[in-house]
């Protein structure tokens, strides 16, 4: 079984929009594109069931994403969310010559959307637009991206603290951070 049949069956899955499957090359991985309204969690435990079926992750009992001793080390920002008296909250994004802060609602998706746009501003990208935030039965973080035509989800565990959880997600969902999909689905 190839990657051409795996693409086959990833894309059969109802909510993908587009998949590209690179299992050759190092630093090769399955990048999935899902459609605009996909129901993410559906979508994801399906992908789950195909990877097993494909051998490409074990079907060993689920637990919530697994992350490194460090996960935010070597991503070139630091990211410090702190609740406001007034019910909001600031993020700031700060690397080692620009810092960019917002002042954000006390909402998850509004947090999400403000370390984004603080991040995105410190690396000088064009902000996306954060989309949605889930937090999964079993700890998984999921932040889901839009910058126009891609959509994109971030995945992390909240056992290593909501903070870190939440820069880890958002740094996936808008491409500044690596995702390692097999790992990020070990939640679903």
Known sequence: MGPVNL?????DIPGVESVTVDLTEEGGGINIRLSPGADETDVLERL???LIA????SAGPESAVSEPADPLE???VEITITP???GGARVEAQS???RSFRLVAADPTAIAQGVADAWSQVVGRVPVEIIDVHVTPEGGLLVSARDGETERT???NTEIGWESA???AVGRAIGTVAVDVERDLSSI
Do not use: K
């Open 54 to 57: 494909y051998g490409v992750r």
């Open 74 to 76: 070597g991503i070139g």
């Open 166 to 168: 939440l820069t880890l």
């Open 154 to 156: 971030g995945a992390a």
């Open 96 to 98: 080692r010559s620009v």
């Open 48 to 50: 789950r069931t195909v």
């Open 7 to 11: 693409t086959s069956r990833l894309e």
């Open 84 to 86: 406001l008296p007034s």
